[in-house]
């Protein structure tokens, strides 16, 4: 019994761990993308605002 309850709790541990690393990776990209539309946020909307100007 005491095995099989050690190796449960080393299967959760790791995919508690994956999970952490998981959640870690998506914040770095939403870091990313923010920094991306905060620079870049207004010539995105000067782009638009020119093509929607041409229809």
């Known amino acids: ?6 190796i449960d709790r080393i299967a959760r541990r ?6 952490a690393e998981y959640g870690i990776i998506l914040a770095l990209i939403a870091a990313v993308v923010i920094g991306v539309l905060a620079t870049l946020g207004q010539d995105i ?10 229809l």
């Open 14 to 19: 790791q995919e508690g761990q994956a999970m």
């Open 1 to 6: 019994m005491f095995a099989l309850s050690l």
């Open 45 to 54: 909307l000067n782009a638009f605002n020119t093509i929607v100007g041409k």
